[in-house]
């Protein structure tokens, strides 16, 4: 018991100085912001899948081949975007996910990333159980709630979260694994593509003011990159000779060329607000091969079923020159593109990237 209360004293000092601080708490080379949260979908997710009733599961071989625990519900060979993101920012270790979190570990930040979640809670329910937006935001309530506790004061936690930065990264199933499948779901036969992404952005934006609500100031919103570009899309719906699918891309860019406007209305309509927008597109490297990725279409773990069912086969084989492969799977990056996005997006090379600025800037707000 003693410990426990050691402890519960420690944090509760801590939160105390940094809401009592008037400067922005970095310092160069140590960590630069109290705590990260992540939400978003298999592009962030490291491990909140791994127990629920879904196909959309990592925590298994080859996936995590080049991560050092292994398999561990990460959708890619080794790091994903927000593993390099919480390196940059200085944490000296990754964000746990809800799934596992415990204690007073929540004051570093949690990950509520679900792969195969969405905007809408519709979106991939083919798959079975996922954690859409709406139950990440839930989860983040209750974890206020867990903190406030520990803390014993509501305020003084919410000035402690207001320090942190939030990153969010949603929208890519609820085109993949929703408008894209005709087949499954009704929404591309109710909405033409601009319909649709005003109906999410509507959505998206409600859920941003709700995160806002519970205490966030500093977001980091991610758009969409390039959809009708990724290995399982173009086996679906390629010609064979495609390197990206115009009619898709273009559907997707109704939705990405609305981001900006919601964070200019985000941050005009909330006070202290300092939301901020990665353009996912523009920071992806114009040549690949630059930075040694030479295969940009071919997925290098062995795909279960076809290209089009996109997940790396159970105990299947993957390729040895992995750093070449910008896709893992027939969906996600490999650990290479990874690094480069999470890079530019703390450090933006050309102010098209971001928007207004970069998250190094963010983080000394």
């Not at 050092?68 to 994903?80: L, V, W």
């Not at 936690?157 to 993949?176: A, F, P, R, W």
């Not at 000779?241 to 005009?268: E, G, H, T, W, Y």
């Not at 893992?328 to 890079?343: I, L, M, Q, R």
């Amino acid at each position: 018991m003693a410990n426990i209360s050691f402890i519960v004293w420690f944090v509760r000092m801590t939160a105390l100085l940094i809401c009592m601080s008037s400067k922005p708490w970095f310092v160069k080379g140590e960590q630069q912001v109290p705590c990260l949260f992540v939400l978003g979908d298999s592009l962030f997710d490291n491990g909140n899948n791994n127990n629920l009733l879904t196909t959309a599961k990592a925590n298994y071989p080859p996936y995590g081949i080049d991560f050092p625990d292994g398999p561990t519900g990460r959708f890619t060979n080794g790091r994903n975007v927000a593993d390099f993101l919480a390196e940059l920012l200085g944490f000296d270790k990754y964000i746990e996910p809800f799934a596992t979190v415990k204690g007073v570990d929540m004051f570093k930040g949690v990950n509520y990333a679900s792969g195969a979640a969405g905007i809408l809670d519709e979106t991939a329910i083919h798959m079975g159980d996922r954690i859409s937006l709406n139950r990440q935001l839930h989860n983040h309530n209750e974890t206020i709630s867990h903190m406030s506790t520990l803390l014993g004061n509501k305020t003084l936690t919410m000035e402690y979260l207001s320090k942190c930065i939030y990153i969010v990264q949603m929208g890519n199933n609820d085109y993949i694994n929703n408008y894209l499948l005709p087949q499954l779901y009704l929404s591309s036969h109710m909405y033409n593509p601009e319909q649709f992404a005003s109906i999410l952005i509507q959505q998206y934006s409600e859920q941003l003011k709700t995160l806002y609500l519970y205490g966030a100031r500093k977001v980091v919103v991610f758009g969409l990159g390039g959809i009708g570009c990724v290995p399982s899309e173009l086996d679906m719906y390629g010609t064979g000779d495609s390197v990206c699918i115009n009619s898709i891309d273009s559907a997707v860019r109704k939705f990405s060329d609305k981001l900006k406007p919601m964070i200019d209305d985000l941050n005009s309509n909330l006070p202290n607000a300092k939301f901020i927008y990665i353009n996912s597109s523009s920071i992806e490297v114009p040549d690949p091969s630059s930075i040694g990725i030479t295969k940009l279409s071919e997925p290098c773990c062995e795909i279960s079923g076809t290209i089009g069912e996109g997940l790396c086969k159970h105990g299947g084989g993957a390729c040895s020159d992995r750093a070449a492969h910008y896709f893992w799977d027939g969906f996600h990056p490999s650990e290479a593109p990874n690094k480069v996005t999470a890079e530019r997006a703390y450090t933006a090379l050309q102010s098209t990237h971001v928007y207004p600025f970069d998250i190094s800037q963010l983080a000394q707000l």
